[in-house]
Nanobody, 118 residues
């Protein structure tokens, strides 16, 4: 089992910055990748950015150049630095951990609200 605890959401004006954190605990070695998804009202959940255990990154085109995903392996924590925020970035952001085993379901955090005002 893996537990994910998110922090760092909030309200910010357009053009501002926020940093989300996701601390993982439990069976850390069973994780293949961690990342962030977001879901806006009336829309499907979408991948924002992910980083594999090997350090490979996958970033959505809509946030490239503005958002950066990083990790602190010593703290089992993944960060999402969000700069130049836009109103369309408003959503609930969820931390995700993908297991190495395809027999296991993904793990999810509780979600943190990010609201960008215009």
């Amino acid at each position: 089992q893996v537990q994910l605890v998110e922090s760092g959401g909030g309200l910010v004006q357009a053009g501002g910055s926020l940093r989300l954190s996701c601390a993982a605990s439990g069976s850390i070695l069973s994780i293949a990748a961690m990342g962030w998804y977001r879901q806006a009202p009336g829309k499907q959940r979408e991948l924002v950015a992910a980083i594999s255990a090997g350090g490979s990154r996958n970033v959505a085109d809509s946030v490239k150049g503005r958002f950066t995903i990083s990790r602190d392996s010593a703290k089992n924590t993944v960060y999402l630095q969000m700069n130049s925020l836009k109103p369309e970035d408003t959503a609930v952001y969820y931390c995700n951990a993908r297991p190495r085993s395809s027999y296991l379901d993904d793990y999810w955090g509780q979600g943190t609200q990010v609201t960008v005002s215009s």
